[in-house]
């Protein structure tokens, strides 16, 4: 009855529109004061939240990717790719999504994905006879692969949560975001053929692929640096973000598309975006710990390992609680309330704590293009200067090939854990 009353509580605060880390943080408040402790604990452990070397890739990532945005190395992924592939059927659609891929590797943000892609692409797809829905949505969708596609700021904060490596987890996102970049790539050429919505164009000359490709070489190398480093040892992820960021200031400024303006106004997004970010993971930590002492976790994985006699069961109701979650609570928020409340039934269940931030991660990705609080489907919006509704509607077989590809994990867990238990051994 008191685990009930608790998440009643914070989904009256949530649906109240209050602030989620001042909902998180503010119950946790509560429930520590209920208890009789001294409120010295609170500020403990808000500093304990933000003391941690892992979580400083966070500002940094978002750093390097305010500072490429900025730089506009997004047309020159995207012109590079479209003058490979860009007289295929439907070859914008393929070009879009290999430059989401491309600069997932980069940016580990979904919104800074889909804002840098989609400014370039929407108005060259639109210009090339492509449906208006079918853009939006590629390009809403496309954007998710920076949450899966390693580096990516939600699995750096689930491996701080739950305690789980982080180098790991960005093995195991590699191959199930590939697997939907090229899901999606699929479609959108089925999409184009199938449909006649877009204008073939002529392949184009060499040398004018050698001049876009030397044009995006120095952000391929990057992205390369930043996750090799990571994969080799050389580095840990905080380490490589600090690298990423001071290589992408020596590029942007070396191209001359960075000024100092520029760069304050890059300081600026990301120091916003940080201490959303920062604040929200505080405030979950103050709530972790109040829900820990009331013993809500354990109560749960109770409950649930009880009433629930096999691991792929809980999993379907895992999914089921994210996806209603996802209809008004934003990606992160899902992550640092879910994981703590979580994590206990997936280890008595035996379930792998990597395998499960991935399944998580697909099924948040999902929540990204799901009215009404997609954030994907607001940045399109607002980039392609849409009715949210086309936007929403263009996501909907995106967000069925991510439904499918979380229930492929549950049948098929190598397309996760093969390349960090197999092949990086």
């Not at 210009?127 to 492509?130: A, D, L």
């Not at 998710?144 to 699995?155: D, E, K, Q, R, V």
């Not at 952000?219 to 996750?227: F, G, K």
């Given at each position: 009855m008191e685990a009930f009353l608790i998440l009643a509580a914070l989904v009256a605060l949530l649906l109240l529109r209050t602030p989620v880390a001042f909902a998180l943080g503010g119950l946790g408040v509560i429930l520590l004061a209920l208890k009789g402790l001294p409120m010295v604990a609170v500020p403990q452990r808000l500093h304990g939240s933000m003391d941690s070397f892992e979580l400083l890739a966070v500002p940094m990532f978002l750093l390097m990717s305010n500072v490429l945005l900025k730089g506009g190395v997004g047309r020159d992924l995207y012109a590079a790719v479209q003058s490979w592939v860009g007289h295929w059927p439907g070859g914008l659609g393929v070009a879009t999504i290999l430059s989401c891929t491309l600069f997932s590797a980069i940016s580990g943000s979904s919104v800074a994905t889909a804002a840098t892609i989609g400014t370039v692409a929407i108005p060259e797809m639109m210009?090339?006879?492509?449906d208006r829905r079918f853009v939006f949505?590629?390009?809403?969708?496309?954007?998710?692969?920076?949450?899966?596609?390693?580096?990516?700021?939600?699995?750096?904060?689930?491996?701080?949560?739950?305690?789980?490596?982080i180098p790991t987890l960005f093995l195991a996102g590699i191959g199930p975001g590939l697997f939907l970049a090229g899901i999606f790539t699929l479609y959108g050429m089925a999409y184009a053929r199938l449909s006649g919505h877009y204008q073939p164009v002529a392949a184009a000359p060499w040398r004018e692929r050698g001049q876009a490709t030397l044009g995006a070489l120095p952000?391929?190398?990057?992205?390369?640096?930043?996750?090799g480093s990571i994969y080799l040892g050389i580095a840990t992820p905080?380490?490589?973000?600090?690298?990423?960021?001071?290589?992408?200031l020596m590029i942007t400024f070396a191209m001359g598309r960075m000024d100092w303006p520029m760069l304050k106004e890059a300081v600026e997004a990301s120091l916003k975006t940080s201490v959303m970010v920062l604040i929200i993971i505080a405030g979950a930590k103050v709530f972790s710990y109040a829900i820990a002492l009331y013993l809500i976790p354990q109560t749960i994985s109770s409950l649930l390992t009880e009433s629930i006699s096999t691991p792929a069961l809980f999993m379907l109701a895992v999914g089921a609680v994210l996806l209603v979650m996802g209809f008004f609570l934003e990606s992160l928020s899902m992550l640092l309330i879910m994981v703590p409340v979580m994590l206990p039934a997936v280890l008595n269940m035996n379930i792998d704590p990597v395998w499960f931030g991935i399944f998580f991660v697909v099924l948040i990705e999902t929540a990204l293009i799901t009215p009404p609080v997609g954030m994907n489907l607001f940045v399109i919006q607002a980039v392609g200067k849409a009715r949210l509704e086309d936007v929403a509607r263009g996501a909907i077989p995106f967000a069925g090939f991510m439904l499918a590809t979380a229930a492929l994990l549950w049948f098929w867990k190598d397309l996760a854990l093969y390349i960090p238990y197999q092949l990086m051994r």
């Open positions: 210009n090339r006879g492509y949505g590629m390009l809403a969708a496309g954007g998710t692969l920076g949450i899966l596609i390693p580096p990516s700021i939600p699995l750096i904060i689930y491996g701080v949560v739950s305690e789980t490596s952000t391929i190398l990057l992205a390369t640096a930043v996750v905080s380490e490589s973000a600090g690298l990423g960021f001071v290589a992408a």
